[in-house]
């Protein structure tokens, strides 16, 4: 009976945050196809033109976003591998300390970062060279949270040094053992990297110069000057770029836990 209760409970809980976080965001998709939300939801009908117009006026906005974030997924790749596989398995004493500043960033208010960068690198910004180093800060504690623990395991280590055993070079077990057997955590590694930078306001709005502004300042520019179903159907273009890969990301977890 216990164990009914619990998963009873759990199962309510879960609902009940579902709800709680799904809600505002039907009632947005609502407001953003409606023809005039004061009069009511769908009141006036259903429209497409808040839609076309949000498109209009943000479609270059998402583009920018999208374009940083990818520069920031191949820039926690290229590091944040490497890094993630050296604290991993290196025995050196210094591991525990470059874990410790690779996180640090966490630990920082966002406003608070983004003026410590301002103030170091004002040169740097313009170009948004800043912008671009400010998002790998804080993404890359991501980054390494999901390959670390894979690179440890010792089931991928013992696979690794038996394809080393028959005579593979060390590019070669990269390509044919590592990056294989760690695919479910890099395709999550680079989805939540993506999502965090495409998504970050702090850095976005502090770092960014403001004749290029990015999606979510664009976002809390369109609720604080604009009308609502404009604002609205801006919310529903970002949740389409960001949405989407948050589920895979959730696929990719199950898929893993699957094999286990």
């Given at each position: 009976?216990?164990?009914?209760t619990?998963?009873a409970?759990?199962?309510?809980?879960?609902?009940?945050?579902?709800?709680?976080?799904?809600?505002?965001?039907?009632?947005?998709?609502?407001v953003?196809?409606?023809?005039?939300?004061?009069?009511?939801?769908?009141?006036?009908?259903?429209?497409?033109?808040?839609?076309?117009?949000?498109?209009?006026?943000?479609?270059?906005?998402?583009?920018?976003?999208?374009?940083?974030?990818?520069?920031?997924?191949?820039?926690?790749?290229?590091?944040?591998?490497?890094?993630a596989?050296?604290?991993?398995?290196?025995?050196?004493?210094w591991?525990?300390?470059?874990?410790?500043?690779?996180?640090?960033?966490?630990?920082?208010?966002?406003?608070?970062?983004?003026?410590?960068?301002?103030?170091?690198?004002?040169?740097?910004?313009?170009?948004?060279?800043?912008?671009?180093?400010?998002?790998?800060?804080?993404?890359?504690?991501f980054?390494?949270?999901?390959?670390?623990?894979?690179?440890?395991?010792?089931?991928?280590?013992?696979?690794?040094?038996?394809a080393?055993?028959?005579?593979?070079?060390?590019?070669?077990?990269?390509?044919?053992?590592?990056?294989?057997?760690?695919?479910?955590?890099?395709?999550?590694?680079?989805?939540?990297?993506?999502?965090?930078?495409?998504?970050?306001f702090?850095?976005?709005?502090?770092?960014?110069?403001?004749?290029?502004?990015?999606?979510?300042?664009?976002?809390?520019?369109?609720?604080?000057?604009?009308?609502?179903?404009l604002?609205?159907?801006?919310?529903?273009?970002?949740?389409?770029?960001?949405v989407?890969?948050?589920?895979?990301?959730?696929?990719?977890q199950?898929?893993?836990?699957?094999?286990?």
């Amino acid at each position: 009976m216990s164990g009914r209760t619990d998963r009873a409970v759990t199962r309510a809980a879960v609902t009940l945050c579902a709800l709680f976080i799904l809600t505002p965001a039907v009632v947005s998709i609502l407001v953003a196809v409606s023809a005039n939300s004061a009069r009511g939801l769908l009141g006036d009908g259903v429209t497409g033109d808040w839609l076309a117009l949000a498109w209009e006026q943000m479609g270059e906005t998402l583009r920018r976003s999208a374009g940083v974030a990818i520069a920031v997924v191949a820039a926690n790749l290229l590091v944040g591998g490497p890094l993630a596989m050296w604290l991993a398995r290196s025995t050196s004493r210094w591991t525990r300390a470059v874990s410790f500043l690779a996180t640090l960033p966490l630990a920082i208010p966002g406003i608070a970062l983004s003026i410590g960068l301002i103030t170091l690198y004002p040169e740097l910004r313009p170009s948004g060279a800043l912008l671009f180093f400010g998002h790998v800060l804080v993404t890359l504690p991501f980054a390494l949270a999901a390959l670390t623990p894979v690179f440890a395991e010792p089931a991928l280590q013992t696979c690794e040094d038996v394809a080393a055993s028959l005579g593979s070079s060390n590019p070669r077990v990269l390509l044919t053992v590592t990056l294989p057997m760690s695919t479910t955590a890099i395709v999550q590694s680079v989805i939540t990297v993506f999502a965090l930078s495409f998504g970050e306001f702090n850095i976005s709005f502090f770092v960014n110069p403001p004749a290029s502004p990015m999606a979510p300042f664009a976002l809390f520019d369109a609720y604080a000057t604009q009308r609502l179903e404009l604002a609205s159907a801006k919310t529903m273009l970002f949740m389409a770029c960001v949405v989407p890969l948050l589920l895979v990301t959730v696929a990719a977890q199950r898929a893993r836990q699957g094999k286990e």
